[in-house]
């Protein structure tokens, strides 16, 4: 018989896996951030969205981050993320954090009138391409901003790509 604990966090893994799938996430990233089965999450998806889950390569490019549009909107996902977590505490639930910092995000992009073009997959990439070092945020000597760069080819004097233009 489970405790009452137990239960508490077995329901938060439900709800998770059912928002994140609800946001489009792919069943393996999932499957990963909740630990629930790829069987019970394909059915949960089929539920969800009327069809069977996208299949396909998961996003794995650490460059797509860094074109123009995508590394703008990208780097205010960060600092979304990043506040979101600070506001969390000492041990916040990754998956809570992701969903609710990308809703965020994706709520002030389309207030801003812009097109989103990052997926809640993307978004759980950029988390973990930034957890495992692959990419960092460094700060634009201009306009302060943090913005992302690759992290073996940090830039001293870093300028973002919205300010280079006006310093030339």
């Known amino acids: 018989m489970s405790t009452k604990r137990e239960l508490q966090v077995e329901i ?3 709800r998770n896996a059912e928002r994140l799938l609800s946001l489009g996430a792919r069943v393996p990233i999932v499957m990963e951030m909740t630990r629930l089965s790829s069987w019970f999450l394909r059915k949960l998806s089929l539920e969800i969205h009327g069809e069977p889950p996208r299949k396909g390569q998961i ?3 650490d460059q797509w981050y860094l074109r123009r549009q995508n590394h703008l909107q ?13 506001h969390a505490g000492h041990d916040p639930d990754r998956c809570t954090l ?6 965020h995000w994706r709520q002030t992009i389309e207030a801003s009138g812009t097109t989103p073009v990052m997926s809640v997959d993307r978004a759980w990439w950029l988390v973990k391409s930034i957890e495992i070092r692959n990419l960092q945020r460094s700060r634009c000597r201009v306009c302060r901003g943090r913005f992302l760069q690759v992290w073996g080819k940090l830039e001293k004097h870093f300028v973002c790509s919205e300010c280079r233009p006006r310093t030339v």
Not at 74 to 86: E, G, Q, T, V
């Open 12 to 14: 938060r893994q439900y």
């Open 59 to 61: 996003p794995n490019s």
């Open 74 to 86: 990208a780097s205010l996902f960060c600092s979304i993320h990043d506040a979101f977590r600070r």
């Open 98 to 103: 992701l969903v609710s910092a990308y809703a």
